[in-house]
C-alpha cells in the first residue's frame, strides 16, 4: 500500500481502471484463444445483464446458437454443456465491460460533482468515458462480422477492437501521469522524432498483431527465424494484386508481424541508446531503459508463442504482456512531449 501513500483518489481510480483494462484484454484473448467469442448471438447491453437461469433458458439460448454459422460449420453436434462452457468466457467478457464501465463512471460523477476534476482537463475524461462507449460499440460490431455467413470475425474489426483497447489504456494512463507531480523534461527534438517512430512502428506491429490473431496466422510456419525452409513462405506471395497479400494473407501476415518485431525491438534500443546522452539518473534514460525491457520480453513471448503452436497459456501471456509494452511507451512519450501539447 505504501506505492499509493503519494497518490491521489483521482489517481487510484484511474489506475484501477487501467488494471481493469489490462485484465479486460486478458479476458478477451482467452474468450478468443477458447472459440467462445460467437457464443452469445445478440447483444442486449441492458437486459443481459443475467446468464439464462433454468434450464429451459439454457435450451433457448442454445437453439439460437444453432441457427448460426459457428455452429452448423464447426460444432454440429456439440451438447449443451460444451455450450456453457464457451458462453460463460464470452458471457464473463461482456460482463466485465459492463463492470468496467461502472468503474469508471461513477467515481467520475463523484469527482466532477465535488471538483476534483480541475475544469482545463474535464474535456479529456469526457473523451475517455465516449471512448469506453464506443469500445463496447465496436465489440458488438466484431462479433456481428462472425454471425452472418463465416464462423470468424473479420480479422480487420479484431485488431480494431483490440487496438482501440490499448489505446484507451494508453488514454487513461496518461491521465493518470498528466494529473501527478511527474514533471516533463526538455530533450532534444532528435530524441523526440526518435521516440515518435518507435510508437508508430508498435502501432503497426499491434495492428498485426490483431490480424494475426484474426486470421489465426500463428498456427502456420512455427519456426523461426525462417518460415520453415525459406525466410519467407511462397504461401506468402499467393494472391494477386500483390498488396492484397498484405492484408488478407495469412502467411504474409505473419511474416510482417514477426519482423517488424525486431523492427520495434532494434528502435526500442536505438531510442534507449539516444536517450544515454541525457546523463546519468535522467528519467528519459530510466523510460527508454524500461522500454528496452519490456520490448524484449515482449519478443521473446512473441517467438516462444509461435514455436510452440500458439497454446493458450503462452498466447495469453503474449497479448496480456502487450499492455505492459503500451503503458511503458505512455510514459516515455508522455516525458518527452512538450507541454503544449495538454
Sequence with gaps: MSVLKGLSSVQIWLLLVCVSIILMVGVGGATRLTHSGLSMVDWKPITGILPPLNAQAWEAEFAQYKQYPEYQKLNKGMSLDAFKAIFYWEYGHRVLGRAIGLIFVVPFLYFWFVGRIQRPQRSRFLIALALGGSQGLLGWFMVKSGLVDRPSVSHFRLAAHLCLALFILAYVFDLVLSTSNQQRVAVPSGLRRIV???????????????FTA??????GFNTYPKMGDSWIAEAALTLTPFWLNWFENGAMIQFIHRWLGLAVLVAAAVTLGAALSQGAGHPVRRAAGLCVGLVFVQFLLGVTTLITVVPLSWALMHQVFACFVVLGLTYLNFLVRPRAAD
Excluded: D, E, P, S
Design 196 to 210: 515518435q517512430v518507435f510508437t508508430l512502428l508498435l502501432v503497426a506491429q499491434l495492428i498485426y498483431g490483431g
Design 214 to 219: 484474426g486470421l489465426k496466422a500463428g498456427l
